[in-house]
């Protein structure tokens, strides 16, 4: 089996990058096993009934995650039953998940396929799982926090409230998916973050700058391969999450979009858009709540501060 899919391959060629050997492993090692068993939140993706990625975060106290052995991976969280994203979780459904210290910026993904669903246990069978570089993540304090939780609130457009969170957001999460029949394909979940405002918003439709990476280009070739994508922001101090969902188009030359260059993140290798087609929102959703560390307001070319 390819470690890529043919539109990551593709992705790679339109962005002009030659990868030798990836260190993207069919199976976790202990290390990343480990590194999942230590953490207070995971990020997970899969599809809804309908074929659309929708993602969301399972939270529990440091073990409730842990692996069976280096292929499959056990979560014990409670889910709440008016959650979208945990409605379309089945027995055999495609399943991305990515794990994030905020405290020390690592992260590690796993992607692969539903094999058990009880109340509140899940557990996936592990075809891919990989890290991912510290770039663009904001270091917080992770605590503990009592939240009362509030009715989901679904959305016909981005209202004022939404486009607030956006506008200030510094990390946000992108789900996407690769058909099927792509042998490496499946359901995926990725981080993005920057500076405040690196973002921008024309009605409904969010422009996202696309920074240097792993050059993987795991969500840019799953949205060649199938446009529609889920958009994850979080609120650190109010707990509260919004999910987006919409249709993806990837502008490959920054150069044409000059109205973005201008009021955006210089350094950014290309764009992408979504058009926002549906949406919802948790209020305090979170049972947790990310306090900033010390940042340096020196900015890289890209926009993204260094971390002291």
Known sequence: MDIFHPDEQRAQSMAGFVLGAAGIYPAMPQQHRDFFAGLPAFF????DANGWPVATVLSGPPGFISTVDQSHLRINAPRREDDPA??????GNP????????TNRRRNRVNGDITRLDKNRLEI???QS???????????????ATTEPEPIEHLDRLDGKAKKLIASADTFFVASYAHGELASGGADISHRGGK??????????LWIPDFSGNRYMNT???MLAQPRAALLFIDFTSGEVLHLQGLTEVSWQPHLQPHLQKNSLEGAERFWQLKVTRAWRFPAMLPWRGEIL???????ATGIWTQK
């Open 196 to 205: 405040p405002g690196f973002v921008q918003i024309e009605g409904d439709t």
């Open 95 to 102: 399943l991305g998940a990515l794990g994030l210290d905020f």
């Open 294 to 300: 010390e940042y340096s307001p020196a900015t890289l």
């Open 86 to 91: 945990l409605s379309a979780l089945k027995i």
């Open 44 to 47: 997970i993706a899969t599809l």
């Open 130 to 144: 990989f890290g991912n570089c510290p770039k663009y993540i904001q270091r917080r304090v992770i605590s503990q």
């Open 125 to 127: 069978a592990v075809k």
């Open 220 to 222: 840019l070739g799953n």
